[in-house]
């Protein structure tokens, strides 16, 4: 693993309060590089099992209830001064928010918060400060996004205006799946929030991730997704790529910076999702935060850059500039359930790697996943994004081969 931390600030005085947590095979490395930062305490619907070793604390709470997260905060703050609050799925974002108005803990700003996490308010912030996106239309009705998919025009997408849960974003081809997915994205999404509707762009999907500067957010990595035709209508991840010498980056560097200007976010680690399209980048949504331990890990891997370490000290208030040293590419894939435990190949080594470049990391159970259940994921480097992939799929069809063989 890379060597991180180039500038620390004083160490920190308190406890950082962790909201949520998933997989050991996708969050043990978060774990580890959060409890270096300091002591964590971690809140979260089930009552932790391998998080112990890293944990000082623990209380379990429905996550999508704030007064009852603050409830159970409140208790473990009667014996551990609490100094930050950290979050990875948005849906959390209200409940860290609700945190650091109670214990008075650094983080965005309300008006940075309400800007990114609703998402048609995103792209009327972005609109007026001349940022090219996705131009989503809020819908709080059938008529109304009936209304607006006559205005952006088929194929679309509809999803929460400010999701409760993961992909819950639905692709509508015409008129008669809209009714469909306008309620499985209003089921999904914050009471009183509403829906939004935008056209869906061509292009390549990409996310920008921005760490602290000397000069301000610096975008240090990006990666590009491919989405799985097995959930569709839903739009969920079967690969992601991170890597470090990207060559959309000029383009993808400048639309970040404009987006995180307009919305008002001026330090601690972001991530801005946009296509890349024949016209240039169109932003979709962007996070004051990073959403997704696993990329974390993959962004570190390859550029040096601990985002993980870094977000931990920003949330308690603390310095923390990345190194980067920049390292070829790596990707996951994951693997869908097949009722079965994940099979080797017959030629793959010990310890789970089905080739030299690529290792297997299959989960304890199933987990559902949208509308799909996962059961594993695959883990592939390479020297540069074309070999890479070339790498990632040959070891996928190494896997599906041993599934029909088993």
Same mark, same amino acid.
């Given at each position: 693993?890379?060597?991180?931390?180039?500038?620390?600030?004083?160490?920190?005085?308190?406890?950082?309060?962790?909201?949520?947590?998933?997989?050991?095979?996708?969050?043990?490395?978060?774990?580890?590089?959060?409890?270096?930062?300091?002591?964590?305490?971690? &809140?979260?619907? +089930?009552?932790?099992?391998?998080?112990? @070793?890293?944990?000082?604390?623990?209380?379990?709470?429905?996550?999508?209830?704030?007064?009852?997260?603050?409830?159970?905060?409140?208790?473990?703050?009667?014996?551990?001064?609490?100094?930050?609050?950290?979050?990875?799925?948005?849906?959390?974002?209200?409940?860290?928010?609700?945190?650091?108005?109670?214990?008075?803990?650094?983080?965005?700003? =309300?008006?940075?918060?309400?800007?990114? =996490?609703?998402?048609?308010?995103?792209?009327?912030?972005?609109?007026?400060?001349?940022?090219?996106?996705?131009?989503?239309?809020?819908?709080?009705?059938?008529?109304?996004?009936?209304?607006?998919?006559?205005?952006?025009?088929?194929?679309?997408?509809?999803?929460?205006?400010? @999701?409760?849960?993961?992909?819950?974003?639905?692709?509508?081809?015409?008129?008669?799946?809209?009714?469909?997915?306008?309620?499985?994205?209003?089921?999904?999404?914050?009471?009183?929030?509403?829906?939004? &509707?935008?056209?869906?762009?061509?292009?390549?999907?990409?996310?920008?991730? =921005?760490?602290?500067?000397?000069?301000?957010?610096?975008?240090?990595?990006?990666?590009?997704?491919?989405?799985?035709?097995?959930?569709?209508?839903?739009?969920?991840?079967?690969?992601?790529?991170?890597?470090?010498?990207?060559?959309?980056?000029?383009?993808?560097?400048?639309?970040?910076?404009?987006?995180?200007?307009?919305?008002?976010?001026?330090?601690?680690?972001?991530?801005?999702?946009?296509?890349?399209?024949?016209?240039?980048?169109?932003?979709?949504?962007?996070?004051?935060?990073?959403?997704?331990?696993?990329?974390?890990?993959?962004?570190?891997?390859?550029?040096?850059?601990?985002?993980?370490? +870094?977000?931990?000290?920003?949330?308690?208030?603390?310095?923390?500039?990345?190194?980067?040293?920049?390292?070829?590419?790596?990707?996951?894939?994951?693997?869908?359930?097949?009722?079965?435990?994940?099979?080797?190949?017959?030629?793959?080594?010990?310890?789970?790697?089905?080739?030299?470049?690529?290792?297997?990391? @299959?989960?304890?159970?199933?987990?559902?996943?949208?509308?799909?259940?996962?059961?594993?994921?695959?883990?592939?480097?390479?020297?540069?994004?074309?070999?890479?992939?070339?790498?990632?799929?040959?070891?996928?069809?190494? &896997?599906?081969?041993?599934?029909?063989?088993?």
């Amino acid at each position: 693993m890379n060597t991180h931390a180039s500038r620390r600030g004083d160490g920190p005085t308190g406890h950082l309060v962790v909201l949520g947590s998933g997989p050991q095979a996708e969050w043990e490395h978060a774990m580890q590089r959060l409890a270096v930062v300091g002591p964590l305490l971690l &809140i979260d619907a +089930q009552t932790p099992t391998w998080q112990r @070793p890293h944990l000082a604390g623990a209380r379990t709470a429905n996550l999508l209830d704030p007064p009852r997260v603050l409830d159970e905060v409140r208790k473990l703050a009667s014996t551990w001064p609490i100094a930050g609050v950290l979050a990875f799925h948005p849906a959390h974002d209200r409940a860290a928010a609700l945190l650091r108005q109670e214990f008075a803990l650094p983080g965005p700003s =309300t008006a940075t918060i309400e800007a990114t =996490t609703l998402r048609h308010r995103t792209a009327q912030l972005l609109t007026s400060a001349g940022v090219d996106n996705s131009g989503a239309v809020h819908a709080n009705s059938y008529d109304q996004a009936l209304e607006a998919a006559h205005q952006v025009g088929f194929p679309l997408v509809c999803k929460p205006a400010s @999701p409760r849960t993961r992909y819950a974003a639905r692709r509508v081809t015409g008129i008669p799946s809209l009714a469909e997915a306008l309620s499985a994205a209003t089921a999904a999404t914050w009471p009183g929030t509403g829906t939004v &509707i935008e056209p869906l762009l061509d292009g390549i999907e990409a996310t920008a991730y =921005t760490a602290d500067s000397p000069s301000g957010p610096k975008v240090v990595a990006i990666s590009h997704t491919t989405f799985d035709p097995q959930a569709e209508p839903a739009l969920l991840p079967v690969e992601v790529v991170v890597d470090a010498d990207d060559v959309c980056a000029p383009a993808v560097e400048d639309s970040a910076s404009r987006a995180l200007s307009a919305l008002g976010h001026r330090s601690g680690p972001a991530q801005i999702r946009m296509r890349l399209t024949s016209t240039g980048p169109r932003i979709i949504s962007v996070t004051t935060h990073l959403t997704d331990p696993l990329l974390g890990m993959l962004i570190e891997q390859v550029t040096g850059a601990d985002l993980i370490s +870094q977000a931990g000290r920003h949330a308690l208030g603390l310095t923390f500039l990345t190194d980067e040293n920049r390292l070829g590419a790596t990707a996951v894939h994951f693997l869908q359930g097949s009722g079965a435990t994940l099979p080797l190949p017959p030629n793959a080594a010990a310890h789970s790697h089905v080739t030299p470049y690529a290792t297997l990391h @299959p989960y304890p159970a199933e987990r559902r996943v949208g509308p799909l259940r996962r059961s594993g994921h695959l883990l592939v480097s390479g020297t540069d994004y074309p070999q890479c992939v070339a790498r990632l799929r040959s070891a996928a069809a190494e &896997i599906r081969s041993a599934r029909l063989s088993a």
